[in-house]
């Protein structure tokens, strides 16, 4: 696909290469610092593969934090000002990452915690089974307005708002990139495509340009080939370059825009309960109850509903009357009332709503 490139050495040197505000979103996975006080073994005497490699070693904090401000520093030159950056990290080194992130003049929007539903446990019983890593999400800076796709999230997840704390399984079974030999890991911190899809849908658009600095396998470019955007990707070894970018290759995906554009809800044109009515879609006197029954109303030639409660007589729209039937503040009307079919099955009559919404379109 076009606008994939994957570079392939230090992450500080290829960042000087790129243009000043030419990127929308960057998710960066940096080394955590966690080397392991000596070699780690479970119950049945197996070694635990830990982070060992040379990338993620360094001589103190300090030579760490300067190496975290050198490359968020490239980062915020080239994302744009409106642009969004992901971080993400252990305890070993979240806060020390926020707080040079801070420094540089970032803005924080959230800090979200991906709970693993199948973490590692802590084999030497010394502590709490660490379960959880953390995502900053920030701004450029604090008059940036990043892009937020909320109803794509709220969609992703029932139609119930999104929350900051993330489900997830940790990277495993046939998504899990191995050596050659089939036994150990390709690369010891391969995050999950799941939490790569919620971070790029959420806070980019088709098209876009996404930044992963740190690409190891190559997980966040699998993404958004899925999702149609463009994307660099910088990995200094070659070895993980290389099985990313037959991974991405091996990457189907659906150019329709159709499919990869999500329109937010207040773009969407309005439509009327009265147009279901003149349509013919639903018919004057029809019967709109709740999904347990428990409430009832009849329509109305003018897109009205009638209904009683133990006040009596009830007329308004279908948000009105389903508010003062519930004794409610408020009430989404298309998602509360309900319509028989032919079948006898009863659907929202947002479904009527989408239907003439897609005939528009």
């Known amino acids: 696909m076009d606008g994939e490139r994957i570079l392939i050495g230090d992450c500080l040197h290829h960042l000087q290469d790129l243009a000043p505000g030419s990127v929308d979103l960057i998710f960066a996975d940096p080394p955590y610092n966690l080397q392991l006080g000596g070699e780690l073994y479970r119950p049945n005497n197996t070694r635990v593969d830990g982070v060992e490699a040379a990338w993620d070693r360094f001589d103190g904090f300090a030579d760490y934090d300067a190496f975290t401000r050198a490359w968020l520093g490239e980062c915020r030159r080239v994302l744009k000002k409106d642009g969004s950056l992901w971080v993400i990290g252990s305890y070993h080194n979240i806060f020390r990452v926020g707080a040079v992130l801070q420094d540089l003049g970032f803005w924080v929007m959230n800090d979200v915690v991906w709970r693993k539903t199948n973490p590692m446990p802590n084999f030497r019983g010394t502590r709490f089974t660490n379960a959880h890593e953390t995502l900053i999400w920030a701004a450029r800076s604090p008059d940036g307005r990043p892009f937020f796709n909320y109803d794509a999230m709220k969609r992703l997840n029932d139609d119930l708002q999104m929350r900051s704390d993330w489900l997830l399984p940790i990277c495993s079974g046939p998504e899990r990139l191995r050596t050659d030999d089939g036994k150990t890991k390709a690369h010891p911190t391969q995050k999950p495509e799941a939490l790569l899809y919620r971070v790029v849908l959420s806070t980019s658009r088709p098209g876009d340009l996404v930044l992963d600095p740190f690409l190891g396998t190559g997980t966040t470019g699998v993404v958004a080939r899925r999702l149609g955007r463009r994307f660099v990707g910088i990995e200094q070894d070659p070895a993980h370059a290389e099985r990313a970018r037959a991974r991405i290759a091996a990457t189907p995906f ?24 003149e349509s013919g879609m639903i018919r004057p006197g029809e019967t709109l109850a709740d999904p347990s029954r428990r409430f009832a109303v009849r329509v109305r030639a003018d897109g009205t509903v009638i209904g009683e409660n133990h006040t009596g007589r009830v007329v308004g729209s279908i948000h009105k009357v389903g508010a003062l039937l519930q004794g409610a503040p408020s009430c989404n009307g298309w998602i509360f009332w309900h319509v028989r079919q032919a079948n006898g099955h009863w659907v929202p009559i947002d479904v009527y709503r989408q239907k003439v919404r897609a005939e528009l379109a």
């Open 254 to 277: 659906d150019a329709d825009p159709e499919v990869l554009a999500i329109t937010p809800k207040r773009q969407e044109p309005r439509i009327p309960f009265g147009q279901l009515v």
